[in-house]
Protein backbone atom coordinates (compact mmCIF):
# COMPACT_ATOMS: atom_id res chain seq x y z
CA UNK A 1 0.00 0.00 0.00
CA UNK A 2 1.36 3.42 -1.30
CA UNK A 3 -0.04 6.59 -0.17
CA UNK A 4 0.76 10.34 -1.13
CA UNK A 5 0.23 12.72 1.02
CA UNK A 6 0.32 16.66 -0.95
CA UNK A 7 0.36 20.16 1.14
CA UNK A 8 0.75 23.44 0.80
CA UNK A 9 -2.19 24.77 -1.27
CA UNK A 10 -4.80 28.01 -0.69
CA UNK A 11 -5.21 31.18 -1.88
CA UNK A 12 -3.01 33.62 -3.09
CA UNK A 13 -3.01 36.93 -5.00
CA UNK A 14 -1.25 36.79 -8.99
CA UNK A 15 1.78 37.45 -8.90
CA UNK A 16 2.44 35.55 -5.42
CA UNK A 17 4.36 32.26 -4.36
CA UNK A 18 3.12 29.08 -2.94
CA UNK A 19 5.32 25.95 -2.25
CA UNK A 20 3.74 22.32 -2.53
CA UNK A 21 5.14 19.21 -1.47
CA UNK A 22 4.41 15.86 -1.44
CA UNK A 23 5.15 12.74 0.48
CA UNK A 24 5.23 9.04 -0.86
CA UNK A 25 4.81 6.31 1.80
CA UNK A 26 4.01 2.93 2.13
CA UNK A 27 5.24 -0.15 0.05
CA UNK A 28 8.16 1.47 -1.88
CA UNK A 29 10.86 -0.12 -3.22
CA UNK A 30 12.32 2.34 -6.39
CA UNK A 31 10.51 5.72 -7.41
CA UNK A 32 11.08 6.07 -11.00
CA UNK A 33 9.47 9.89 -11.60
CA UNK A 34 7.44 12.12 -9.07
CA UNK A 35 5.52 14.87 -10.15
CA UNK A 36 2.99 17.31 -10.08
CA UNK A 37 -0.39 17.66 -12.60
CA UNK A 38 -3.30 19.87 -12.60
CA UNK A 39 -6.51 19.71 -13.53
CA UNK A 40 -9.01 22.93 -13.75
CA UNK A 41 -12.67 22.98 -14.07
CA UNK A 42 -14.07 21.75 -17.39
CA UNK A 43 -10.77 21.17 -18.41
CA UNK A 44 -8.34 17.73 -18.74
CA UNK A 45 -5.55 16.60 -16.10
CA UNK A 46 -2.34 17.76 -17.68
CA UNK A 47 1.42 17.48 -16.41
CA UNK A 48 3.05 20.56 -14.39
CA UNK A 49 6.35 19.41 -13.82
CA UNK A 50 8.29 16.04 -13.11
CA UNK A 51 11.38 15.03 -11.50
CA UNK A 52 13.18 12.02 -12.84
CA UNK A 53 15.13 9.60 -10.37
CA UNK A 54 18.40 10.77 -12.02
CA UNK A 55 17.64 14.23 -11.07
CA UNK A 56 16.01 15.41 -15.00
CA UNK A 57 13.05 17.64 -14.95
CA UNK A 58 10.08 18.08 -17.20
CA UNK A 59 7.88 21.10 -17.42
CA UNK A 60 4.92 22.26 -18.97
CA UNK A 61 5.48 24.77 -21.54
CA UNK A 62 3.31 27.22 -19.22
CA UNK A 63 4.73 26.68 -16.31
CA UNK A 64 8.32 27.63 -17.86
CA UNK A 65 10.44 29.98 -15.85
CA UNK A 66 8.17 30.41 -13.07
CA UNK A 67 7.61 26.65 -11.21
CA UNK A 68 10.21 24.96 -9.95
CA UNK A 69 10.22 20.49 -9.24
CA UNK A 70 12.73 19.36 -6.62
CA UNK A 71 12.78 16.24 -4.99
CA UNK A 72 14.38 14.52 -1.93
CA UNK A 73 14.89 11.29 -2.34
CA UNK A 74 15.78 10.20 0.90
CA UNK A 75 12.67 11.13 2.05
CA UNK A 76 10.47 10.31 -0.46
CA UNK A 77 9.45 13.85 -0.82
CA UNK A 78 8.87 16.23 -4.42
CA UNK A 79 8.13 19.56 -3.65
CA UNK A 80 6.73 22.37 -6.51
CA UNK A 81 8.06 26.13 -6.08
CA UNK A 82 5.17 28.27 -7.90
CA UNK A 83 6.16 31.81 -8.51
CA UNK A 84 4.60 34.91 -10.47
CA UNK A 85 1.14 32.82 -10.07
CA UNK A 86 -1.50 33.55 -12.79
CA UNK A 87 -5.15 32.77 -12.61
CA UNK A 88 -4.96 30.76 -15.28
CA UNK A 89 -2.88 28.84 -12.82
CA UNK A 90 -5.74 27.71 -10.99
CA UNK A 91 -7.02 23.95 -10.40
CA UNK A 92 -6.62 21.31 -8.20
CA UNK A 93 -3.00 20.11 -8.11
CA UNK A 94 -2.23 16.57 -7.79
CA UNK A 95 1.16 15.02 -6.83
CA UNK A 96 2.06 11.58 -9.10
CA UNK A 97 4.47 8.85 -8.81
CA UNK A 98 5.43 6.02 -10.50
CA UNK A 99 7.45 3.37 -9.15
CA UNK A 100 7.79 -0.26 -7.97
CA UNK A 101 6.95 -1.48 -4.32
CA UNK A 102 9.37 -4.60 -4.42
CA UNK A 103 12.29 -5.82 -6.37
CA UNK A 104 11.19 -6.94 -10.19
CA UNK A 105 7.78 -5.25 -9.40
CA UNK A 106 6.12 -3.90 -12.40
CA UNK A 107 5.68 0.12 -12.06
CA UNK A 108 2.71 1.14 -10.49
CA UNK A 109 0.99 4.72 -10.74
CA UNK A 110 -0.01 6.46 -7.58
CA UNK A 111 -2.13 9.98 -7.24
CA UNK A 112 -2.59 12.00 -4.07
CA UNK A 113 -6.00 13.64 -2.98
CA UNK A 114 -4.93 16.46 -4.71
CA UNK A 115 -4.49 20.29 -3.12
CA UNK A 116 -7.02 23.32 -4.66
CA UNK A 117 -4.64 25.96 -5.68
CA UNK A 118 -6.74 29.47 -6.45
CA UNK A 119 -4.99 32.80 -8.08
CA UNK A 120 -7.10 35.36 -7.52
CA UNK A 121 -7.34 38.88 -6.38
Known amino acids: QVQLVESGGGLVQPGGSLRLSCAAS????????MGWYRQAPGKQRELVAA???????NYADSVKGRFTVSGDKAKNMVYLQMNSLKPEDTAVYYC???????????????WGQGTQVTVSS
Open 96 to 110: NAVLTTHWRSPTYNY
Open 26 to 33: GSIFNINT
Open 51 to 57: IISGGST
